[in-house]
């Protein structure tokens, strides 16, 4: 009867879900085994969405389950109690049935409700059975969660620890940048030391040189100097140490005095590789002085042989050759075509006081200078008439751009020498 019971009590919870049968409709009951009893009523297992879920989030999921599931029994459970009732009404009428049969036919057939519980209250106490065994289930789950719940606190921990350990990498941290710090003003301290001291020494160094090069000039200002070349000789000469650059157009000035005859020599020549007579100006014997560029010549109006200082100063570019000669400030000769469209070399040597045969060489003594020189000083363009003027009456002092007149860009040789040289107004008196 306990059997035949358990399985109406299911009948009636399909019942329940499904509509309710039409009137005069037949029930047909079936036998459950025993095992199917006593193992409760299984949940339905739930589908997991969005991938896998951590061991607290499916606890979570099976409590909320099985209190959708408790409440669900209570639900049900009055309308199974009606349901209940209905059925046992029923039984009543099938035990009737089956004891007329069993009656008429002599017990022949198989009992199949004979192991069924025939009190109601039965049936509901094993429904209560299950309840309570779910509600056992919950309160298991519930106690899991609330254990797990309790070890949620071990992240905290661990954050806790985490943030100690940061704490200490941070101060860590700090007493290397600190110590960097402290290296580098030390470095720094370090380097400005040596530098000044290094900037120091320059000075000194700077200084020496400057007194030593003060030592070695007797003169008051580095351009206050004469060369003199009192013999005519192939071995007493001037060098300016510095050479030209390539030349379009050219001003050369300079002072002299000379009173030798038969002519002056050579004031001064410039040679080049492949040319000795690149630039040259020259008094030979009884001829005039000349201008040669590039080994042609021009004559030019000077006359500077009596004993006095004169201010000479040629011009040359070579757009159409055109030259220039003045002394004393005034222009006393020009022309044309000397050399025209060529361009002075570079890299040569400049002599003063004699002819060149070859680069620095090959001296012919009737060609030597003999007198004093001074202001030598070249420039790379014409200069305009008013300037050699100015040059030339002492009212300006313009060194040449190219190579100007100064003490240690001269050396002498061969007896050579270089002596103080008289003022400008004094030179202007004696002209």
Not at 157 to 163: G, K, T, Y
Not at 210 to 225: C, I, M, Q, V, W
Not at 398 to 404: E, H, R, T
Request: charged share 25%.
């Amino acid at each position: 009867m306990l059997a035949l019971l358990a399985a109406l009590v299911v009948l009636a919870v399909a019942a329940g879900a499904q509509d309710s049968p039409a009137p005069g409709s037949r029930f047909v009951c079936t036998a459950l085994p025993q095992e199917a009893v006593h193992a409760g009523c299984p949940l339905p297992a739930m589908p997991m969405q969005g991938g896998a879920l951590s061991p607290e989030e499916e606890l979570r999921a099976a409590v909320l389950q099985l209190r959708e599931t408790v409440v669900q029994q209570k639900e049900t459970l009055g309308a199974q109690r009606e349901a209940i009732r209905e059925l046992t009404g029923k039984l009543a009428r099938c035990e009737g049935l089956a004891g007329g049969k069993a009656r008429g036919t002599g017990a022949t057939g198989k009992d199949t409700m004979g192991d069924l519980p025939r009190d109601p209250g039965h049936v509901v106490e094993q429904l209560s059975r299950s309840l309570q065994t779910l509600k056992d289930r919950l309160e298991s789950l519930e106690h899991q969660l609330r254990a797990n719940m309790s070890n949620a606190g071990l992240p905290g921990d661990f954050r806790e620890v985490l943030q100690r350990r940061l704490g200490e990498l941070e101060r860590q941290l700090l007493r290397k940048v600190a110590e960097l710090e402290d290296e580098k003003s030390l470095l720094h301290n370090e380097t400005s030391a040596h530098r000044q001291k290094t900037e120091s020494t320059l000075n000194a160094l700077l200084q020496r040189v400057t007194e030593l090069e003060r030592g070695n000039s007797a003169f008051k200002s580095p351009d206050a100097f004469k060369v003199s070349l009192p013999l005519r000789t192939n071995y007493l000469y001037g060098k300016i140490k510095k050479t030209l650059p390539e030349l379009y157009a050219f001003t050369i000035c300079l002072w002299l005095r000379s009173s030798a005859s038969p002519g002056i020599g050579t004031p001064f020549s410039y040679a080049v590789p492949g040319q000795a007579n690149e630039i040259v100006l020259i008094e030979w014997g009884n001829n005039p002085i000349e201008l040669l560029i590039n080994d042609k010549v021009a004559q030019l109006p000077l006359f500077v042989s009596d004993g006095k200082w004169h201010h000479i100063c040629v011009t040359w570019t070579t757009r159409d050759g055109m030259w220039e000669a003045f002394q004393d400030g005034e222009k006393l000769g020009t022309g044309e075509n000397l050399a025209p469209w060529h361009p002075i070399k570079p890299g040569g040597v400049l002599i003063l006081g004699q002819e060149q045969d070859t680069v620095g060489g090959r001296f012919d003594a009737t060609q030597a200078f003999v007198g004093e020189l001074s202001q030598f000083n070249i420039w790379d363009r014409v200069l305009r008439a008013q300037e050699i003027v100015n040059i030339a009456n002492c009212s300006t002092n313009m060194p040449g751009n190219i190579i100007p007149w100064v003490d240690n860009n001269v050396d002498v040789f061969g007896g050579a020498s270089k002596w103080p040289v008289e003022t400008c107004e004094e030179r202007l008196l004696d002209l």
